[in-house]
């Protein structure tokens, strides 16, 4: 079964998490979401935008590349 797009985003945050070791606020400012809906994404809930997750995917792109080896698979 693929993988639902919140799993997705949530694994994503946590892989970029563990190879940056950055804080969770930096990460909220890499990603240009507020710190509380980057909780909800982390935690596989909210509602993010397609805008919003085109900004998550290209700032783990761009900053840490390799966090997608770990979720490469949908």
Known sequence: MAKSVHRYIS???EA???YTQKSFTEMALDFDVTLSNLYQYRNGQGN???ET???IVNGVEANCPRAFEETSRW
């Open 11 to 13: 694994e994503l945050l």
């Open 53 to 55: 997750i085109d900004r």
């Open 16 to 18: 970029y998490h563990k």
């Open 48 to 50: 993010p935008t397609a």
